[in-house]
């Protein structure tokens, strides 16, 4: 189960930087949105991996190698 | 970790909101806060530097006239007021030279805005079920707090 966390450092101008972690996909922009409703004007918004991963899904990747052997005496 | 945002605190508030936040950074600063009646009696000598929080916002209401409050310490004294326009005025008096007093004046500013940030923020969280996890100041003076959702 997802659990929104987020990690915030105010510096000393009064600059606001929030990492939003423990959520994925639109869930994301729905806290960055409400962190902006907040504190006030958004000077950049970046995503990183964990956002574009599916909500809620495992992915599962399949690798398959084949061998072709001449028979033999050929 | 889905999203690194950084925002600019947009400051509106009440008088009474912004004089805490500025009590709240004048310790730490070494300021103390003065009396009305001391300031009108003595006024620090030397150059004078006015800036405001950009796009600061003193609500009217609970309000009175001429409502200001005043920091001190030896070098340099700061009168905080509502300008004509609403914004938070900064007016730095002191010993240093106007760059000095301007620098110095920035430096507040920053710091009330920090204090008022930090507190918007935990109070919106807390309100919205989020508890902290953990908070310290750093060695910049930035103020670093990790919150989580309660469930």
């Not at chain 2, 507190?119 to 908070?135: I, N, P, Q």
């Amino acid at each position: 189960m997802e659990q929104p966390e987020f990690e915030i450092t105010i510096a000393p101008d009064g600059k606001v930087r929030v990492h939003v972690t423990g959520v994925s996909g639109e869930r994301c922009l729905e806290y960055a949105d409400m962190i902006r409703e907040i504190v006030g004007r958004e000077e950049s918004r970046d995503l990183t991996r964990e956002y574009y991963a599916p909500d809620g899904s495992v992915r599962i990747g399949v690798q398959q190698q084949i061998h072709v052997r001449e028979p033999p005496g050929v | 970790m889905s999203a690194v945002c950084v925002l600019t605190p947009v400051v509106i508030a009440s008088w009474p909101a912004m004089s805490a936040a500025v009590v709240g950074v004048a310790g730490p600063l070494g300021f103390s806060v003065v009396p009305i009646a001391t300031v009108r009696q003595r006024r620090q000598s030397g150059e004078r530097v006015v800036t405001e929080i950009e796009g600061s916002e003193v609500l009217e209401e609970a309000m009175g006239e001429q409502e200001k409050i005043v920091i001190r310490r030896d070098d340099a004294e700061i009168e905080f007021s509502r300008d004509e326009r609403g914004a938070l005025r900064l007016c730095v008096t002191g010993k240093g030279s106007k760059a000095e007093l301007d620098r110095l004046g920035r430096e507040v500013a920053g710091r009330v805005v920090q204090q008022f940030a930090y507190h918007r923020l935990m109070t919106e969280l807390k309100a919205r079920d989020f508890g902290v996890v953990e908070e310290h100041v750093g060695a910049d003076q930035s103020i670093n707090v990790r919150v989580r959702l309660n469930r």
